[in-house]
């Protein structure tokens, strides 16, 4: 039977600033990483185990699964890394206090463009330097990337990704371990469950809380590990 452990990344430096902090490339805060080796723990101790394991191009994705698979004594598994699992691009509200851009684009805007399905945020010029072109993880992508998105746009790329790496890999009934962002995995947990895009926008990833999605036949049963 194929299994599913989705975790949002440890809190980041700039998750406890309250920034928008989509492509930007920010560390975990030091609080992070000992919450996340006791994730690995407790997943140890309810006897999940993992063939491989999936992360976005963003270090805090990728760290973060490297401190629980460390606890779990699974630092040896396969690791795949997709940039179409990266969070949404905020555009040039990235780095800006929540509060920052609500003086700047008024409260309303800003609550539009982070809890709607279609609405994007302020676009990046595409000469700025912030312009994903510009970071040399990204240089061998050959399709157009993103200087900001609404979820309606990211929605595109991660069932790309769903369609041509995750979906396979659940065929094979393979333990798949996804180190991600709160945008792609909600979209991913929509894509699976069939969920309305109401109902994807409500739910909440809190960080470093790995959610089991069992796949038994046509039937997907999602279980919060605490």
């Known amino acids: 039977m194929a299994q599913i452990v989705f975790i949002r990344h440890g809190e980041s430096i700039w998750n406890s600033e309250e920034r928008f902090t989509g492509w930007d490339d920010i560390p975990l805060s030091e609080e992070a990483r ?3 080796s006791d994730v690995g723990l407790t997943l140890l101790e309810e006897l999940y185990k993992f063939d491989v394991a999936i992360t976005s191009y963003l270090d805090r ?3 973060s699964c490297w401190e629980v698979l460390d606890s779990m004594n ?3 598994i396969p690791e795949i890394r997709d940039w179409r699992l990266n969070p949404r691009h905020y555009g040039v509200l990235q780095g800006m206090t ?3 851009a609500a003086a ?3 409260q309303e805007m800003i609550e539009n463009i982070r809890h709607s399905f279609d609405i994007q945020p302020p676009l990046l010029n595409e000469n700025d330097e912030r312009n994903p072109r510009n970071d040399i993880r990204y240089q ?3 399709r157009s990337l993103p200087i900001g998105e609404s979820m309606e746009d990211a ?3 991660v069932l790309q990704f769903f369609d041509e790496v995750l979906a396979p890999l659940l065929k094979e009934d393979k333990h798949v371990l996804i180190s991600g962002h709160e945008d792609s995995l909600k979209l991913l947990i929509k894509r699976m469950e069939g969920l309305s895009t109401e109902e994807m926008l409500e739910l909440k990833l809190p960080p470093a809380q790995p959610i089991a999605l069992e796949l038994e036949g046509d039937k997907v ?3 919060f590990i605490e």
């Open 34 to 36: 000992p919450v996340l």
């Open 61 to 63: 994705s990728i760290v």
């Open 74 to 76: 699974l630092l040896w």
């Open 98 to 100: 929540k509060e920052d």
């Open 104 to 106: 700047q684009y008024g």
């Open 140 to 142: 061998k992508i050959e």
């Open 155 to 157: 929605e595109v790329r």
């Open 221 to 223: 049963v999602r279980k």
